[in-house]
């Protein structure tokens, strides 16, 4: 059975899906953070904001939740001044 928080995060899937096959969403080539091209995960940072995605490889997407949750963060919120400090540090590891 799915709690809140998942049925949260299916429906914020759904809506990018659907944005995307209406074209109302475009989907990037390549990771916001190290700039892989692959078939990106959307990221949401703030699930109250449901169009308001990070396009994210897999592999960045799964360091990036795993941050999240050593960060001790509810994944439904997280601000922007969070958001930019999360990038500038997988930024930095990467180079
Ligand atoms: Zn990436
Ligand atoms: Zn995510």
């Known amino acids: 059975m799915l709690n809140i928080k998942d ?8 809506k990018v899906n659907n944005n995307i096959l209406r074209k109302k969403l475009i989907r990037p080539d390549c990771c916001y953070i190290c ?13 109250s904001k449901l169009l308001e995605v990070t ?8 360091m990036v939740h795993k941050r999240i949750r050593q960060m001790k963060h509810n994944i439904l919120t997280c601000t922007d001044k969070e958001f930019e400090l999360i990038i ?3 930024r930095e590891r990467s180079l």
């Open 7 to 14: 049925k949260i995060i299916n429906l914020a899937h759904n």
């Open 35 to 47: 700039n892989y091209k692959t078939k990106l995960h959307g990221h949401h940072w703030d699930y």
């Open 55 to 62: 396009w994210l490889c897999p592999k960045c997407h799964k």
């Open 88 to 90: 500038k540090m997988f």
